[in-house]
């Protein structure tokens, strides 16, 4: 779309306001002569000529534009009815002192007084600067320029207020690095008049925009609803996962902050996922087609903050910014639509180590502080970053993590200020049926492996050994595929599936004789199983203990 295009689309939808009428006054600012500035105390909206103004007017309109880098146009147009005869007088009075016509009186002292009035003032009305003070009133003058607006405006005749404000972005994308700037404009402009007096005109819209289910917050939303997309979406969680998850991260309005724990391959960072894709009413299953779910990788590495908030790079001269710094400028960006943040694996690094200053700033309501410049700074992504960014309440924070020998353990202090649900417990059998209703086709290979798979389930959980949905659903998925290019024995397969991926989890020592007991049992005719069972169980008679990995 052309940029002519996009000023007449805009004309168009700021024209249709009931603000204006046959008899207001429209004004196109969008040339470079001519254009919005922000100057000291206020914006000058444009340069207009007002010179032939009809007293009939009923209001006027001013339709600007502002360019922000690296892509950003926030066209917005300002409004004047109510305070019309205001601005006619004004408009009249500044014409008066230019043509050097004296104030009421005579003699040489009204002469005097007219020519000190004069100054500043032409006959004409052709070029009158127009700018929006911090009073939230437009005031005229129509010769030369402010580059601040003075403490007294008084001298400069009446304020005339600005009733309305509509505003439109360019392009309308889902994307910090685009919108962030221009947002903070917007709230500049709610500062000077009122943000209840701006409103935003849906002008363009095209694949990257933000949908109307995007802007819902969770709570708003029937916990059925949530629970039914997620399901749609593949999630199987038959425990009440949905509704208490749902009740952790909303119960209250300013912090939201749940910490996922449980067994590998539960569904921990998929209920996460699932239940933002399902909040946005997004329907792919694919997480990136939501533009506001972001999931940040934890690293062992990670000893302080950086990993999460960035830091200044002195030799590119920009400030780095990680996934999660980028998830709160979007968030800060659109204040009305929730936005994500899935900390994955946790607790591979100690957290309270890299979350001290997040967990800080939940507590507080502090501002998140970033760098010590006076002046924002240039991020990665092409984002300004300011020195300061409080944690906006429309940012919600889920982390996953998993309890054993790789990870660390996670101190009172991350605990207390989160909501932890256990998704330890699984329902296999269930969630068989249940891929199988969606995937008739895994019928069979279903069949074949499902009885011993929940046998040694049953047993290997009892010893704090069980697997997840994951382990279940690539067993079966593999031995589907088997099953169709390798025409393999299905016997055969389930007991390479049963060494492969589950039997690999068996560790302990002593006090897990019972296991190896157990699953040498109900694995009876897998022969590789039984092999396998075999050495473990020699182990621990040598040794004392056994480890299937190492």
Not at 219 to 227: C, D
Not at 251 to 264: D, M, R
Request: aromatic share 8%.
């Amino acid at each position: 779309m052309s940029l002519s295009e996009r000023r007449r689309q805009f004309e168009a939808a700021s024209k249709a306001d009931p603000l204006v009428t046959r008899r207001s006054k429209f004004h196109k600012l969008f040339g470079v002569s001519n254009s919005a500035k922000v100057i000291g105390r206020g914006l000058q909206l444009g340069v207009v000529n007002l010179d032939n103004v009809a007293t009939d007017v009923d209001g006027f309109a001013f339709a600007c534009t502002m360019v922000f880098p690296p892509a950003d146009e926030v066209y917005f147009s300002a409004y004047v009815r109510s305070g019309t005869p205001a601005m006619i007088a004004r408009l009249m009075e500044m014409k008066r002192l230019g043509a050097g016509n004296p104030a009421e009186g005579n003699g040489a002292q009204a002469e005097d007084d007219a020519a000190e009035e004069r100054i500043g003032y032409a006959a004409r009305n052709n070029n009158v600067v127009v700018v929006l003070a911090a009073d939230g009133s437009v005031h005229l003058r129509n010769q030369g320029f402010w580059d601040e607006l003075p403490d007294d405006l008084t001298p400069y005749g009446a304020a005339i207020p600005v009733d309305k404000i509509n505003v439109a972005i360019y392009p309308p994308a889902a994307s910090a690095r685009r919108s962030l700037l221009a947002r903070e404009f917007i709230g500049y402009l709610g500062s000077l008049i009122g943000r209840e007096k701006v409103h935003e005109l849906q002008v363009w819209a095209d694949t990257a925009a933000v949908s109307p289910g995007m802007r819902r917050l969770p709570s708003s939303i029937p916990v059925n609803e949530i629970e039914t997309a997620v399901a749609g979406l593949g999630g199987y969680y038959p425990g009440g996962e949905v509704r208490r998850y749902h009740a952790a991260l909303n119960f209250l309005p300013h912090k939201h902050f749940v910490i996922l724990a449980g067994l590998s391959g539960t569904g921990k960072t998929q209920l996460a996922l699932k239940y933002a894709q399902a909040v946005h009413g997004v329907i792919s299953d694919n997480p990136g087609a939501d533009p506001f779910l972001v999931v940040c990788p934890v690293r062992p590495e990670w000893t302080d903050p950086t990993g999460l908030t960035g830091y200044y790079d002195v030799l590119s001269n920009r400030y780095n910014v990680p996934p999660f710094l980028g998830a709160v400028l979007l968030a800060t960006a659109h204040r009305d639509t929730p936005v994500f943040v899935v900390l994955d694996e946790m607790n591979l690094a100690r957290v309270e180590y890299y979350l001290s200053d997040v967990l800080s700033c939940m507590e507080t309501r502090k501002a998140l502080k970033l760098h010590d410049s006076g002046v924002p700074l240039e991020g990665t992504t092409g984002t300004s970053i300011p020195a300061e960014l409080p944690l906006p309440p429309n940012l919600f924070i889920t982390g996953t993590i998993n309890i054993d020998e790789t990870t660390n353990p996670v101190s009172d202090k991350v605990l207390d200020r989160a909501h932890v649900i256990d998704m330890s417990a699984v329902d296999l059998a269930g969630f068989l049926a249940g891929l199988e209703a969606r995937e008739p086709a895994l019928k069979n290979a279903r069949a074949a492996c499902e009885a011993h798979m929940l046998a040694a389930h049953s047993i290997m959980s009892s010893h704090g050994l069980g697997f997840g949905y994951r382990v279940a659903e690539e067993v079966v998925r593999y031995h589907a595929f088997a099953d169709t290019y390798l025409t393999a024995d299905p016997a055969a397969t389930t007991d390479d599936l049963m060494v492969q991926k589950i039997l690999v989890k068996l560790r302990g020592a002593e006090r897990q004789r019972p296991l190896l007991t157990g699953l040498t049992r109900v694995l009876a005719g897998l022969p590789r199983s039984q092999a396998f069972l075999k050495n473990l169980t020699d182990d621990l008679d040598e040794f004392g203990s056994f480890q299937a990995s190492r």
